[in-house]
């Protein structure tokens, strides 16, 4: 008798995570309805991998597989492991929201912000059936990514953060993602609208408990930035070493807004950052930077798509990788420049320092232009360190290792440098200088 061993598919699997998560996930009717399409459309792609152009250098189906089932809501002893990691983090001084295990954990948050800024838990809001525009929270026109739609099939809460008119905030808005449990999925969508004349930071922060292991985070956020507020973007991944982090930003720049933007990325084996950036409205500038730090087998992927779809407008993008062992970085950048957007300065340069033989960077920087009175420009370089230099600080008495620090640490300072404000831009180092110390 021959035996035949049939493995399900990853959409079929997929399709049972969400089977079994349906009855728990907030919201009916609409909500249910934009679900189940959101589902629909993952299902028909399934995940994303290399004949998908956009994902081409990160094949989902082999470094991620399947859909890990969602995380439980944590329970106490969850809570408490959460509330050690916490301990853990560099950032203080700033107002701390918590999603644990993909649900919002009041008592590890801060209850009450500054004057001006109103915060709501999105299960909550997708759960009140007198808000007709609730079902909207999980539909997105900004892009048909594979990921953003699974997303919204599965997204079980996060915070949802506005701002008033000329409110200048004096301490950031600080999302702390935990996961606790392993071999799980976290599912969260948080949103941010600055109004008129408004200023914030955002941190969002990634970071794993009590041991947890092989777990996925798959996060999105959307914002708004309103006429001539002025919005600072500090991302800090540090997740579990064998975990997974696929996130997404999606964003609308109105008129006159200054957007910064860091992404920084020195945990999990397999991460992707993919940030839609829109310019709404005419004088908008957004500055785009990051920095990726990544040694053993970490796949580490940064892609990003500028759209400039009105005049006088300015963008830039710096982003630096250091590559060590068997690792691998990409980098995509697309900036689309519309018909009627002239006027526009848009900038691009990556670069990537390999620090191994089996180390790999992937660098594909694009322009699509339709407008003739632009000035635009993207770089890409990958090389080693710099022989001469290394050995003019070896000749100074230097150590080999601690020469390569402070080679490594002059090649991501640009990208840092970006980070307006001192003591968040102290913290990215000092992650900086953490990553270069475990190098021995």
Known sequence: MNVALIKP????????????????????????????????????????????????????????????????????????????????????????????????????????????????????????????????????????????????????????????????????????????????????????????????????????????????????VVLWAGEGAHLDHIRLVEDARDAANISTAIVTLGTGTQYRAFNLTSGAAVSRYQAFVRFGGENAHADVNGVSLLNGRQHADNTLVLDHTVPHCTSNEVFRAVVDEAAHSVFQGRINVHPDAQKTDARMMTRALLLSDEAEADNKPELEIFADDVQCGHGATTGALDDSLLFYLRARGLPEKEAQALLIQAFVGEAMEAIADESLRDVAIATAERWLARRG
Do not use: C
């Open 9 to 220: 598919t990853a959409a079929e699997v997929a399709s049972d995570v969400f089977a079994a998560a349906r009855d728990r996930l907030p919201g009916k009717g609409p909500v249910a309805e934009a679900r189940r399409a959101a589902f629909d459309d993952f299902a028909k792609k399934g995940l994303p991998h290399r004949r998908v152009e956009e994902w081409k250098y990160t094949d989902l189906r082999v470094l991620l597989r399947e859909v890990a089932a969602l995380a439980a809501p944590p329970d106490a002893a969850a809570l408490k492991r959460a509330e050690a990691a916490l301990a853990t983090l560099d950032v203080t001084g700033a107002h701390r929201l918590v999603l644990v295990d993909g649900v919002f954990a009041p008592s590890l948050s801060d209850t009450t912000l500054e004057a001006g800024v109103t915060t709501h838990r999105l299960a909550d809001i997708l759960n009140d059936a007198g808000n007709a525009t609730r079902a909207d929270l999980l539909r997105t026109n900004a892009t048909a990514d594979i990921m953003v739609a699974l997303n919204a099939a599965l997204a079980t809460d996060g915070v949802v953060l506005g701002v008033a008119d000329d409110a200048k905030l004096t301490k950031p808005l600080h999302i702390v993602h935990v996961a606790t449990q392993s071999a799980a999925s976290l599912a969260t969508r948080s949103f941010l609208k600055l109004g008129k004349g408004s200023q914030a930071t955002l941190v969002e922060s990634f970071i794993a408990a009590g041991g947890a292991q092989t777990y996925q985070t798959h996060d999105a």
